[in-house]
């Protein structure tokens, strides 16, 4: 599993011209499955999500996380971030997920990310979306989590 974190002052996210979701300060995580991802690896990433002390307290330092701040999190299904270019220039996804199996573990994510009691809100599994949003710093971490190292 993959995961772009990137902390926002907010974001939106609309398809087919339709808002969709709307977030205020926070995170929006683009996140991608990979194929052989379980549930461990879900709850890795969601736990990685929450706790991740990102945010800055009073001396500037980044000691809160996105549950400490009360933020929310605008969760993107993204399976380019499997796609593998080192050969030719159209990258290949042969270790993306397939479809089905993807969206039950991306609605997996969701789900931990709000049992943790973190606001998470989601685009359109598969479908063409457009966000907009405005980074925070910019804070961009990428995670990556496998059957190996969750």
Known sequence: MKAVVQRVKSASLTVDGKLISETGAGLVVYLGVG???TEKECETTARKICNMRI?????GK???SVKDTGGEVLLVSQFTLYGDARKGNRPNFTEAELPDR?????LSVRDMIA????SVKTGVFGADMKINQINDG???ILLEFSASNA
């Open 102 to 106: 993807a969206e039950k573990l991306y």
């Open 55 to 59: 945010f800055e307290d009073g001396a």
């Open 138 to 140: 910019p804070v961009t």
């Open 62 to 64: 980044m000691n809160f």
């Open 35 to 37: 194929r052989g991802d």
């Open 115 to 118: 049992s943790e009691g973190v």
